[in-house]
């Protein structure tokens, strides 16, 4: 058995956290949100040679699909999610009319490897409470420990990136941030955030067709462009969350083509 110096356990956990923390000060793309979504853009941009780092305030990132609906552990998807779940070796079992059961906690787990895998870096426990703003451009976010957000008068630190990922789902922080201060959003001014009654097949539709730049250098994807945007909520279905994904990363890799 390796011989064990308690020290240098602590030294290897400190030295590389921090080796990572250093480096993704500053990333291509900041994503808020360990939610599908959120996920799913990592994976993708990650894949792609992005830079990417995701802050998640939890413990645990998946956000909401380990609950699956009402605590059960499973998640419906429509069949256009399922090749890139397939891809992502995430299985999903055909269960009738073009829909698909997936087990929760495959998903989480699956989207989360698959992401880190590529590339991501994800640092949990750590929760976004502002943008950063310069020229009209949002070029980063302030983020503090989540133990010591809101309990302690410490204050936060920032994490700058070429592109903003709001992936906050049913809260749009990062969206809300920016109404506080009545920053000029490309969207329309619902007076309060908050999603409308559900709707199934048009909150899906919803959060896939209305993801997009809400403001220079702020995207937002899956639940959060339902609260942005007053959208119907959509209940038990995560097929839309993960094209939503896919959309924002394919328009974030066009924006920083350019
Ligand atoms: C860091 C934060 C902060 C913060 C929140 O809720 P999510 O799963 O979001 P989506 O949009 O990827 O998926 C939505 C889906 O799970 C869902 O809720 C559905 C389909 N609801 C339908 C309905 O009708 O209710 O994940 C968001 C993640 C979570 O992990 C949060 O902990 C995290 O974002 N988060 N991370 N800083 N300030 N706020």
Redesign the pocket.
């Known amino acids: 058995m390796t011989r064990l110096d308690e020290v240098e356990i602590s030294k290897i956990i400190t030295s590389t956290y921090h080796e990572t923390l250093l480096d993704r000060l500053a990333s291509d793309v900041v994503i ?7 996920l799913v853009a990592a994976f993708l941009l990650a894949r792609a040679g992005t830079k990417v780092t995701i ?4 413990l645990s ?5 380990w609950g699956g609906g009402m605590g059960m552990n499973v998640a419906v998807v429509q069949e256009e999610a399922v090749p890139l779940l397939t891809e992502l070796a995430i299985r999903c079992r055909s269960a009738r009319d073009g829909l698909y059961a997936v087990d929760t906690i495959e998903l989480s787990a699956g989207l989360c490897l698959k992401a880190v895998q590529a590339g991501a870096a994800l640092l949990n426990l ?4 502002d943008l950063c703003v310069r020229q009209g451009r949002v070029h980063g976010v302030v983020a503090n420990r989540s133990m010591i957000y809101g309990a302690l008068p410490v204050d936060p630190i920032v994490f700058s990136g070429r592109a903003v990922l709001d ?5 749009a ?1 990062l969206v809300q941030a920016l109404r506080k201060r009545r920053l000029p959003l490309k969207i329309k001014d619902v007076t309060e955030c908050g ?1 409308g009654p ?1 709707d199934a097949q048009q ?1 899906e539709q919803f959060v896939v067709d209305q993801a997009d730049e809400v403001f220079p250098g702020l995207w937002i ?4 462009v339902s609260a942005a945007l007053g959208g119907p ?6 097929g839309g ?1 993960i094209l939503s994904g896919q959309r924002i990363a394919q328009q974030i890799s066009a924006a920083l083509a350019n």
């Open positions: 808020v949100g360990g939610g599908p979504s959120g802050l998640e305030k939890r990132p998946g956000g909401g699909i750590v929760t976004v409470e992936a906050t789902g049913h809260e922080v999603e559900l909150g994807t899956g639940m959060s909520r959509m209940g038990p279905i995560f969350m």
